[in-house]
C-alpha cells in the first residue's frame, strides 16, 4: 500500500496512478471541499489575533510542505528545476506568505485574479495524477492547491478582501513581469512553468494546444481567455453593493 509513498516521478510505474475523474479523485475533491469550508467557517468566528494566526498557520503548513520536498528530493539526489515555484500556484505560494505578514491590495488581488482559479483548475485536472493516492507528493499537491483556495476565500466570505475590478492593473503589472521571466527560465532550464510550451494533459489548455500549436498564438489565445476569465469573475462584485474591505 506504501510501497510508493515517497517515490518521486520519474520512478513511478505507468498504471499506478489515481487517474483524473476517477472515483478516487472525485472522492478526495469531496473531502477537500469540506476542509475548506470548514476552514473558512471557522475563520469567521475568529477574533483578529485568531484569523491573524489562521493565515500564519496556512501559510507556514503550505511552505513547510513545500520546502519538505524540496529538501527530501534534493538530499536524495532526485531534485530538478521543474521544483523551482515558478508555476503560478507557485507564485501564489510566495503571495499567501507575503499576505499573512502583511495584508495588502496586491496580494490579495493576485491571490483572487489569479491564484485562486490556478489551484481549483489544479485539482480539477491534476498533473500528477500519474502518482497513487497514497504518495507524498500527490497527498501535498492536492492538500497545498486547497489551501491556496482556502486562504482567499477566508479573505472574501469574511469581507477583509472586496475584490475591485480597479485593481487588476496590480495583477496586469505582476504579469508583464513574470511571464517574460518565466519564458527566460523555461528557455534556460528546459521547463514548462505557467505550461507556456507544453498544456498540461488533460486539461483544457491541451486541446487548445492542438488548435493554435505552440508559440506566440497559444500564449496569446490564453490571454484573451484570461481576459474573458476576469469579466465573469469581476461583474459579480462590480454589480453587488459596493462594500469596503474590513480590516484584520
Known amino acids: 500500500m506504501f510501497n510508493y509513498y515517497l517515490t518521486y516521478q520519474p520512478d513511478i510505474p505507468v498504471g499506478i496512478g489515481f ?45 513547510t510542505m513545500e520546502l519538505f520536498k524540496d529538501i527530501y528530493l ?10 523551482l515555484p515558478f508555476h503560478l500556484c507557485g507564485f501564489g505560494l510566495m503571495m499567501v506568505a507575503i499576505d499573512a505578514i502583511r495584508p495588502n491590495k496586491t496580494t490579495q488581488t493576485i491571490l483572487y485574479s489569479l491564484t485562486i482559479w490556478g489551484a481549483v483548475a489544479a485539482e480539477i485536472f491534476p498533473d500528477w495524477a500519474y502518482y497513487p493516492l497514497l504518495n507524498q507528493w500527490a497527498l ?29 492593473w496590480r495583477s496586469v503589472v505582476f504579469l508583464c513581469g ?6 527566460w527560465v523555461n ?26 500549436g505552440h508559440g506566440a498564438l497559444y500564449i496569446s489565445v490564453i490571454i484573451m481567455l484570461l481576459g474573458v476569465l476576469w469579466v465573469v469573475m469581476y461583474l459579480p462584485w462590480a454589480l453587488a453593493p459596493r462594500r469596503k474591505p474590513i480590516l484584520a
Open 19 to 63: 487517474g483524473q475523474f476517477s472515483g478516487t479523485h472525485l472522492t478526495v475533491l469531496g473531502v477537500l471541499a469540506i476542509g475548506i469550508y470548514y476552514l473558512v467557517h471557522r475563520y469567521q468566528r475568529l477574533t483578529l489575533a485568531g484569523r491573524r494566526h489562521q493565515r500564519w498557520g496556512i501559510a507556514l503548513a503550505i511552505w
Open 74 to 83: 534534493a538530499t536524495t539526489g532526485q531534485w530538478d528545476p521543474n521544483l
Open 140 to 168: 501535498q499537491s492536492f492538500v497545498i492547491h486547497a489551501l491556496l483556495i482556502t486562504y482567499p476565500l477566508m479573505l472574501m466570505v469574511s469581507g477583509e478582501m472586496v475584490p475591485n475590478w480597479r485593481d487588476l
Open 178 to 183: 513574470a511571464v517574460p521571466f518565466v519564458l
Open 187 to 212: 528557455a534556460r532550464l528546459q521547463t514548462n512553468f505557467f505550461f507556456l510550451n507544453t498544456a498540461a494533459p488533460g486539461s483544457p489548455l491541451e486541446p487548445l494546444q492542438h488548435m493554435f
